[in-house]
């Protein structure tokens, strides 16, 4: 497989310093879903921002396209790698625009300005998330689900082949929950890559392909979702009871 994303003999520590995981090795190929699931307080988001290049390793690497991250040029990655966090802060105003706008920015020269070009995909990707009328709303004025929308767009309008989301669904209702995993979907038809933490195991069978499951103490399993996954690992990993049942799109798993 020509991988986007090769990890070697990875080992992250969590910032309490326990241990996340130890000799993870894992390859996210073009056209791949993972989904990152684990209790409360493992580290999803410490590994997240570690495969993304802003934390390092305590052992181990990271690779983009065959490249060691940590030795590529920061705006290199940044074309190449798109990065959701999980809670979304303006630190300056703007518009809602002008913010779907900064997807453009690795793409641009020191003092190149956007584009025709650029401001059309823009609104494109604002269309995508129904936000188009709310372009010229100030962010302070936005709710939670609509902050995450323009989040999802503003990604979107980046183009990265590699995105690594952080709950992407966060704060957003069933409509536009179901909306955005349609629209991250559609890129992977397109050879991107995604990996996801998501807290919806039902969510995770319906738009992954594979699963990277984190245990508490640095346990890791990773596969294919049909594969691996069955009540009592899921048990397991969340400390509670769970029972499969057959739903409309495959199997569901429920609290027992």
Not at 99 to 106: E, F, N, S
Not at 172 to 187: C, F, G, N, Y
Not at 201 to 212: E, V
Request: hydrophobic share 40%; charged share 20%.
């Amino acid at each position: 497989m020509n991988a986007l994303l090769e990890v070697r003999s990875l080992q992250v520590r969590l910032p309490t310093g326990g241990e996340l995981c130890r000799d993870l090795f894992l390859q996210v190929g073009k056209g791949q879903c993972w989904g990152v699931l684990g209790p409360n307080g493992v580290g999803k988001t410490t590994l997240l921002h570690t495969l993304a290049g802003l934390s390092a390793p305590a052992g181990g690497e990271v690779l983009l396209e065959g490249c060691r991250m940590d030795e590529l040029p920061r705006r290199h990655v940044a074309r190449r790698v798109g990065v959701l966090f999980q809670e979304q802060r303006d630190p300056f105003p703007g518009t809602v625009l002008e913010a779907a706008l900064v997807g453009r920015h690795p793409h641009l020269g020191r003092w190149q300005w956007e584009g025709a070009e650029d401001l059309k995909l823009a609104r494109n990707m604002l269309a995508l998330v129904e936000l188009e009328g709310l372009a010229e709303r100030q962010l302070a004025t936005l709710s939670g689900g609509e902050r995450q929308r323009l989040a999802i767009a503003t990604l979107l309008v980046q183009q990265p082949r590699l995105m690594l989301l952080d709950e992407p669904t966060n704060h957003l209702d069933v409509r536009h929950r179901m909306q955005v995993m349609e629209l991250l979907r559609a890129t992977l038809q397109r050879g991107a890559a995604v990996v996801m933490v998501l807290h919806d195991i039902n969510l995770a069978l319906r738009y992954c392909d594979h699963l990277l499951l984190l245990f508490p103490g640095g346990g890791v399993e990773q596969g294919g979702c049909e594969q691996i996954l069955d009540g009592r690992l899921l048990e397991r990993l969340y400390g509670y009871p769970m029972r499969r049942v057959a739903g409309p799109h495959g199997a569901l798993y429920v609290p027992d």
